[in-house]
């Protein structure tokens, strides 16, 4: 006698990831980055208005704000995405953004410095 035909088994479902402490250590990467942005936009703001203020100083801090405000959205979309128990990869178009509002914030206060 034959055994009976099995019923088709479902497909294991994913275990709960153990992340240690990476989701963590990303968060405060992004916390950094922000920082350091937040930064940057407040010493372009007491640059250009030091002294006698310019209007291209003006608008180069005005950017500055305006760059560290887009940083600051895509980290916080991000660290709230990594709260996921299995979090979505990081698109490289938000990464791309993300690269170059860091450089031009960068270009933006040597700018003011200078």
Not at 40 to 57: E, F, M, R
Not at 77 to 86: D, P, Q, S, W
């Amino acid at each position: 006698m034959s055994p009976p035909p099995s019923a088709p088994s479902a497909p294991p479902e994913a275990p709960d990831r153990d992340p240690g402490l990476q989701p963590e250590r990303t968060r405060l990467a992004w916390r950094r980055t922000t920082l350091t942005g937040a930064v940057i936009a407040v010493l372009a703001a007491k640059s250009a208005l030091h002294g006698a203020p310019s209007t291209a100083g003006v608008v180069a801090a005005a950017l500055c704000a305006v760059l560290w405000l887009g940083i600051l959205a895509l980290a916080h979309g991000r660290i709230h995405a990594l709260t996921a128990t299995r979090p979505p990869v990081l698109e490289p178009r938000i990464a791309a953004t993300a690269v170059l509002c860091v450089i031009a914030l960068a270009v933006c206060g040597a700018a003011l410095v200078l």
